[in-house]
């Protein structure tokens, strides 16, 4: 018995309907993105710490043959050196801050309420903000309104947190992408990322090839300028708490090392230790302190930041800013480092139509 052969048609039919498979193609995308939406981020992060960790990694191949072997090693190094620490830190990180702000609320809720002692004692703003307090809290009207926001405020923010930290397996589980992706991306990234460079250029045409490959350097950049601009904010910081004798001088350390990573996140660690100084009644050891973490800690983000970031791409260190400002507005935490590679991108696309444009035509 033999099998009946369809007839073939003509070669539309054969090849199928262009449109028909475009429609399937977004559909099927649309499809797996909405199911990969929650993971987004973790995905995010794990390339981008592949990205950056990779030379790491290609050192580490030189003695570990084994593809497998060596990344699965990677990844429990970042769980261990990263991720482990900065887990621990941020737990009771966060229920230090909603103790504070349960502290807050009592005392915005207590109409008889006065500023604690020592800050009378502030040389010569210490009466002002004390009388200026009490006229304020006379002040029933305009004292309503303020009481009335920022105890919304209070309440959002103690909300998010205290959902951060019940919501633990929701954590666990990104945690869990995040490791997983970060060892794919060391297993299979160059396969990957070929795969990527192949069905832009194919897409795109040659044109994309010099701004594709402003990602990988400007991702690396940002990433050690962000890291070692902190680490040495965290060292020279913590040089300062420790001549000036500030208390819990190490665990002060470690949060502006995690803050600094943020722009302008080292002021919310010394300038508050600053008061202390100020409290105790050390005006010159407040003063040589301010000046100190003022210019010497703020000072080496604009050294370290540019060596690294500016190595890696020719652009100017006022847009790198203005990436890391506007994407960790648009995006989150993540956007430090999307802002920038977006504004790269666009930087060579723009230097790319104005050469083309320059370039004279045949005579």
């Given at each position: 018995?033999?099998?009946?052969?369809?007839?073939?048609?003509p070669p539309?039919?054969?090849n199928?309907?262009p449109?028909?498979?475009a429609?399937?193609?977004?559909a099927?995308?649309g499809t797996?993105?909405?199911?990969?939406?929650p993971?987004i981020?973790?995905l995010?992060?794990?390339?981008?710490l592949?990205?950056?960790t990779?030379?790491?990694?290609s050192?580490?191949?030189r003695?570990i043959k084994?593809?497998?072997?060596?990344?699965l090693?990677m990844?429990?190094?970042?769980?261990?050196?990263?991720?482990?620490?900065?887990?621990s830190?941020?737990?009771?990180?966060a229920q230090?801050?909603?103790?504070?702000?349960?502290k807050?609320r009592?005392f915005?809720?207590?109409?008889?309420?006065?500023l604690p002692?020592?800050?009378?004692?502030?040389?010569?703003?210490?009466?002002?903000?004390?009388q200026?307090?009490?006229?304020?809290?006379?002040?029933?009207p305009?004292?309503s309104?303020?009481?009335d926001r920022?105890?919304?405020?209070?309440?959002?923010?103690g909300?998010?947190?205290f959902?951060?930290?019940t919501d633990?397996?929701?954590?666990?589980?990104?945690?869990l992408?995040?490791?997983?992706g970060?060892f794919?991306f060391?297993?299979?990234?160059?396969?990957?990322?070929?795969?990527i460079?192949t069905?832009?250029?194919?897409?795109?045409?040659?044109?994309?090839e010099?701004?594709f490959?402003?990602?990988?350097?400007?991702?690396?950049?940002?990433v050690?300028?962000?890291?070692f601009t902190?680490?040495?904010?965290a060292?020279l910081?913590?040089?300062?708490f420790?001549?000036?004798?500030i208390?819990?001088a190490?665990l002060?350390?470690f949060l502006?090392?995690f803050?600094?990573l943020?722009?302008?996140?080292?002021?919310?660690?010394w300038l508050?230790?600053s008061?202390?100084?100020l409290?105790?009644?050390?005006?010159?050891?407040?003063?040589?302190?301010?000046?100190?973490?003022?210019?010497i800690?703020?000072g080496?983000e604009n050294?370290i930041?540019?060596i690294?970031?500016g190595?890696?791409s020719?652009?100017?260190?006022?847009l790198i800013?203005?990436?890391v400002?506007?994407?960790?507005e648009?995006f989150g935490?993540?956007g430090?480092?999307?802002?920038p590679?977006?504004l790269?991108?666009l930087?060579t696309?723009w230097?790319q139509?104005?050469?083309q444009k320059e370039?004279?035509?045949?005579?």
């Amino acid at each position: 018995m033999t099998e009946v052969q369809p007839e073939p048609g003509p070669p539309e039919m054969r090849n199928g309907s262009p449109a028909v498979r475009a429609m399937l193609l977004l559909a099927l995308i649309g499809t797996a993105g909405f199911v990969l939406l929650p993971y987004i981020v973790p995905l995010l992060w794990a390339g981008i710490l592949a990205f950056a960790t990779y030379p790491l990694l290609s050192f580490l191949r030189r003695f570990i043959k084994r593809p497998v072997l060596s990344a699965l090693l990677m990844t429990i190094l970042f769980l261990l050196l990263v991720l482990a620490p900065l887990l621990s830190f941020a737990l009771p990180l966060a229920q230090e801050i909603l103790a504070e702000v349960a502290k807050l609320r009592s005392f915005l809720a207590n109409p008889g309420a006065t500023l604690p002692a020592w800050i009378e004692h502030i040389p010569f703003l210490g009466p002002r903000v004390e009388q200026g307090y009490q006229n304020f809290r006379a002040h029933t009207p305009s004292f309503s309104i303020f009481m009335d926001r920022l105890q919304s405020h209070l309440l959002t923010m103690g909300d998010r947190l205290f959902a951060i930290m019940t919501d633990a397996g929701k954590i666990a589980v990104k945690t869990l992408v995040l490791l997983l992706g970060l060892f794919s991306f060391y297993l299979r990234g160059p396969e990957l990322w070929g795969g990527i460079r192949t069905l832009l250029l194919k897409w795109g045409g040659p044109g994309v090839e010099e701004p594709f490959g402003q990602i990988a350097p400007v991702t690396r950049g940002v990433v050690y300028g962000m890291f070692f601009t902190a680490l040495a904010q965290a060292l020279l910081a913590g040089i300062g708490f420790e001549v000036a004798r500030i208390p819990d001088a190490l665990l002060l350390t470690f949060l502006l090392f995690f803050l600094a990573l943020f722009p302008m996140g080292a002021v919310a660690v010394w300038l508050p230790a600053s008061l202390v100084l100020l409290a105790e009644g050390r005006t010159l050891a407040f003063i040589l302190f301010l000046v100190w973490n003022a210019v010497i800690v703020g000072g080496i983000e604009n050294v370290i930041k540019p060596i690294f970031i500016g190595r890696s791409s020719e652009m100017p260190f006022i847009l790198i800013l203005l990436g890391v400002l506007g994407g960790l507005e648009a995006f989150g935490i993540i956007g430090l480092f999307i802002g920038p590679v977006i504004l790269a991108i666009l930087q060579t696309l723009w230097q790319q139509s104005t050469r083309q444009k320059e370039s004279p035509g045949p005579e």
